[in-house]
C-alpha cells in the first residue's frame, strides 16, 4: 500500500467514525443528557454511566459525549444496561458499541438493535450483542 492510498484509507475510517458518532442524534453533553432524562444536574448521568446505564466516549481530555439515542421517550432506551454489560464483559470499545447498536444486522432480519430495543424485544438483541464476535457470526 503506497502512502496515498494509507491516508485515503485513513479519511475514509475518520469519515466512517465521525458518520457513526453522529447517528441518530449524535453525542450530547451530560448537561443535555440530564435535560433529556428530566434531570436537574448533569452529576447524576456519571451515576447512571458508572451503574453501566449509559455509556460515553471521549471526545477530548476529560469531555464525554453520550450518544442522543440512548434517551428514548425520556428514559435510557430499554435493554440498554442488559446489552451494556455484555459489552462490558467483550472489553468492547465505545465505537464498536455504537456501530453495534445503529447498523442493521443480517441476523435480526436487516433491523438495528436500536430499533429492536425501541419496541422491547429485548432478549433478542441482548443474545445478539453476547454473540459478536464469536466464530461464524
Not at 27 to 45: C, D, W
Not at 64 to 80: F, V
Not at 92 to 119: A, W
Not at 120 to 130: D, G, K, P, Y
Request: proline letters at 5%; hydrophobic letters at 40%.
Amino acid at each position: 500500500m503506497t502512502d496515498a492510498e494509507f491516508e485515503a484509507a485513513k479519511l475514509d475510517a475518520i469519515g466512517v467514525e465521525v458518520e457513526l458518532r453522529n447517528a441518530e442524534g449524535g453525542g450530547l453533553t451530560s448537561a443535555q443528557i440530564a435535560q433529556q432524562l428530566g434531570l436537574k444536574s448533569s452529576s447524576a448521568i456519571r451515576s447512571y454511566r458508572i451503574r453501566g446505564q449509559l455509556f460515553a466516549w471521549e471526545k477530548g481530555h476529560r469531555d464525554l459525549r453520550y450518544p442522543a439515542w440512548q434517551i428514548y421517550r425520556g428514559k435510557p432506551l430499554p435493554g440498554l444496561a442488559d446489552v451494556l454489560q455484555v459489552f462490558e464483559e467483550k472489553g468492547l470499545p465505545p465505537l464498536s458499541i455504537i456501530s453495534f447498536f445503529v447498523c442493521p444486522s443480517e441476523d435480526l432480519n436487516g433491523k438495528t438493535p436500536l430499533k429492536l430495543l425501541r419496541v422491547h424485544r429485548v432478549a433478542e438483541v441482548v443474545e445478539h450483542a453476547r454473540r459478536l464476535g464469536d466464530i461464524g457470526t
